[in-house]
C-alpha cells in the first residue's frame, strides 16, 4: 500500500490545490506541507486528521490502512474515526487585515477555520502586522470576529477608517475621549480619535484568537 506522503501529496494534486492553498485553509505552511509529502517530518495525529477531514478521506485510508476512501465504504467490523472538529461550524476568512498602518484587506476567501461560533453572526479575518504584539496578537494571527457595531473599554476592534480595514484596541478614557490604539513598545503609532466628526465605523470585535500553527 502506499504511504502516508505519497496519499497526501496525491490528494492535494488530485484537487489541483498548492501547498500554500491548502495551509492557508488548515493553519498549516506550505514548508510543513513540504515536508510531509516528502517523508521528512511526520505531523501529529490531530493534524493527520485535520488533512482526512479536509479532503474527506478517512483516517485509515489517509495513513494507508485501507484502500476504502471513507468509512462509510468499509465494513462494519472497520472502526469509524470520529472528526476532531465533529460539533464544530467552518468560519470564513475573508482576507488580510493589517494592524499597523491602515490598508485596504484583501476582500478574497481566504479559507475557512473551525470554531465554536456560528458563521451567521461572525466571520474570520487574518492579521497582517504586528502593532498588537504586546497583546499576543501576532503576524498571521486568526481573528474571529463578531459582527457588532458597538465596543467595551479594551476589547479589539475591527473596523472601516477613512475607507481601510483597521485592527486596534478600543480604549474608552471619558465619555468624550474615544482611542483606538496599538500594542507594541518597539513601535509607535499614532492613536485614532473615534467621535462623531471621524470617518469610522465598527464592524466588529475580536472574539477567538488563533496563532497559525508551524
Same mark, same amino acid.
Given at each position: 500500500?502506499?504511504?502516508?506522503?505519497?496519499?497526501?501529496?496525491?490528494?492535494?494534486?488530485?484537487?489541483?490545490?498548492?501547498?500554500?492553498?491548502?495551509?492557508?485553509?488548515?493553519?498549516?505552511?506550505?514548508?510543513?506541507?513540504?515536508?510531509?509529502?516528502?517523508?521528512?517530518?511526520?505531523?501529529?495525529?490531530?493534524?493527520?486528521?485535520?488533512?482526512?477531514?479536509?479532503?474527506?478521506?478517512?483516517?485509515?485510508?489517509?495513513?494507508?490502512?485501507?484502500?476504502?476512501?471513507?468509512?462509510?465504504? &468499509?465494513?462494519?467490523?472497520?472502526?469509524?474515526?470520529?472528526?476532531?472538529?465533529?460539533?464544530?461550524?467552518?468560519?470564513?476568512?475573508?482576507?488580510?487585515?493589517?494592524?499597523?498602518?491602515?490598508?485596504?484587506?484583501?476582500?478574497?476567501?481566504?479559507?475557512?477555520?473551525?470554531?465554536?461560533?456560528?458563521?451567521?453572526?461572525?466571520?474570520?479575518?487574518? &492579521?497582517?502586522?504586528? $502593532?498588537?504584539?504586546?497583546?499576543?496578537?501576532?503576524?498571521?494571527?486568526?481573528?474571529?470576529?463578531?459582527?457588532?457595531?458597538?465596543?467595551?473599554?479594551?476589547?479589539?476592534?475591527? $473596523?472601516?477608517?477613512?475607507?481601510?480595514?483597521?485592527?486596534?484596541?478600543?480604549?474608552?478614557?471619558?465619555?468624550?475621549?474615544?482611542?483606538?490604539?496599538?500594542?507594541?513598545?518597539?513601535?509607535?503609532?499614532?492613536?485614532?480619535?473615534?467621535?462623531?466628526?471621524?470617518?469610522?465605523?465598527?464592524?466588529?470585535?475580536?472574539?477567538?484568537?488563533?496563532?497559525?500553527?508551524?
Amino acid at each position: 500500500m502506499e504511504k502516508f506522503n505519497t496519499i497526501l501529496k496525491r490528494l492535494r494534486i488530485e484537487r489541483g490545490l498548492s501547498r500554500t492553498e491548502v495551509g492557508n485553509v488548515l493553519g498549516v505552511t506550505d514548508q510543513a506541507i513540504w515536508s510531509y509529502e516528502n517523508g521528512t517530518r511526520e505531523p501529529s495525529r490531530e493534524r493527520i486528521q485535520r488533512f482526512a477531514d479536509f479532503y474527506n478521506v478517512s483516517m485509515d485510508y489517509l495513513t494507508g490502512r485501507t484502500l476504502s476512501r471513507n468509512s462509510a465504504d &468499509v465494513g462494519d467490523e472497520e472502526k469509524v474515526v470520529p472528526s476532531a472538529n465533529e460539533g464544530m461550524y467552518q468560519i470564513p476568512i475573508l482576507g488580510t487585515v493589517h494592524a499597523g498602518a491602515p490598508v485596504f484587506a484583501d476582500q478574497n476567501y481566504d479559507g475557512y477555520i473551525y470554531s465554536n461560533y456560528h458563521p451567521s453572526e461572525h466571520f474570520a479575518i487574518r &492579521v497582517k502586522g504586528d $502593532c498588537l504584539k504586546d497583546l499576543g496578537i501576532n503576524d498571521s494571527t486568526i481573528i474571529t470576529v463578531r459582527k457588532q457595531e458597538y465596543a467595551q473599554n479594551g476589547d479589539i476592534v475591527i $473596523c472601516l477608517y477613512e475607507g481601510e480595514i483597521i485592527i486596534r484596541q478600543y480604549l474608552h478614557h471619558s465619555s468624550h475621549l474615544h482611542f483606538l490604539v496599538t500594542k507594541n513598545h518597539n513601535k509607535i503609532y499614532d492613536p485614532i480619535i473615534w467621535n462623531a466628526t471621524a470617518d469610522l465605523r465598527m464592524i466588529g470585535k475580536g472574539v477567538e484568537f488563533k496563532t497559525r500553527l508551524y
